[in-house]
């Protein structure tokens, strides 16, 4: 089984690598031979605001698609089994970036597992709902719950927002322990 963990913040500066690259460590520990992860950067895709003009649930091929970058998005959606999505929350919502790059595609996306991971000065969790149904309107199976990574501190959220060094080892212990459970969960489901 392969799974792609999604960088869902593009903004910079940013702390969603950090934050991305602890999730997938504590995924990592599991040590699940017959499940591989892979880091997916929304911020590297640079995708422009949804350009296809057919609808993507109508879409059977990717050789339908009219823009070789939705090409190329379909074919790396297309390599994975599940996702596990790791979101800032801004405004009480997830960033457009993934909403965006979520609607570039149905079929690609439809059938498979996937989980949230939200974090910001609250946890996000206002943001991480509004992810699930998306996630479920493009058919994919989320589990139920979600994890929210609360900043710890008002210095902490002032670091996270200008891209500093987190230093996290130690920080949201109990909410790593949560995303490998929700983890083992949603690879269960494929079974």
């Given at each position: 089984?392969?799974?792609?963990?999604?960088?869902?913040?593009?903004?910079?500066?940013?702390?969603?690598?950090?934050?991305?690259?602890?999730?997938?460590?504590?995924?990592?520990?599991?040590?699940?031979?017959?499940?591989?992860?892979?880091p997916i950067d929304l911020a590297e895709w640079q995708l422009p605001l949804c350009d296809e003009p057919g609808i993507?649930?109508?879409?059977?091929?990717?050789?339908?698609?009219?823009?070789?970058?939705?090409?190329?998005?379909?074919?790396?959606?297309?390599?994975?089994?599940?996702?596990?999505?790791?979101?800032?929350?801004?405004?009480?919502?997830?960033?457009?970036?993934?909403?965006?790059?979520?609607?570039?595609?149905?079929?690609?996306?439809?059938?498979?597992?996937?989980?949230?991971?939200s974090y910001g000065g609250h946890g996000g969790g206002k943001a991480a709902e509004q992810l699930v149904q998306v996630?479920?309107?493009?058919?994919?199976?989320?589990?139920?719950?979600?994890?929210?990574?609360?900043f710890p501190s008002r210095e902490f959220l002032a670091r996270a927002a200008a891209g500093e060094e987190l230093s996290?080892?130690?920080?949201?212990?109990?909410?790593?322990?949560?995303?490998?459970?929700?983890?083992?969960?949603?690879?269960?489901?494929?079974?």
């Amino acid at each position: 089984m392969k799974i792609g963990l999604i960088v869902c913040s593009q903004r910079k500066p940013r702390a969603g690598l950090q934050i991305s690259q602890l999730v997938l460590q504590s995924i990592q520990s599991l040590q699940t031979a017959d499940v591989s992860i892979e880091p997916i950067d929304l911020a590297e895709w640079q995708l422009p605001l949804c350009d296809e003009p057919g609808i993507p649930s109508q879409i059977g091929s990717a050789r339908e698609y009219v823009h070789e970058h939705t090409r190329r998005w379909s074919a790396e959606i297309s390599r994975f089994d599940g996702f596990v999505f790791v979101t800032p929350q801004y405004n009480w919502g997830y960033p457009a970036g993934v909403k965006n790059a979520i609607d570039y595609l149905f079929n690609e996306w439809k059938g498979k597992v996937g989980m949230v991971v939200s974090y910001g000065g609250h946890g996000g969790g206002k943001a991480a709902e509004q992810l699930v149904q998306v996630l479920r309107g493009v058919r994919m199976k989320p589990v139920e719950r979600t994890v929210g990574l609360t900043f710890p501190s008002r210095e902490f959220l002032a670091r996270a927002a200008a891209g500093e060094e987190l230093s996290l080892e130690g920080v949201w212990e109990g909410e790593m322990e949560e995303v490998k459970r929700l983890f083992i969960e949603m690879v269960n489901t494929t079974k």
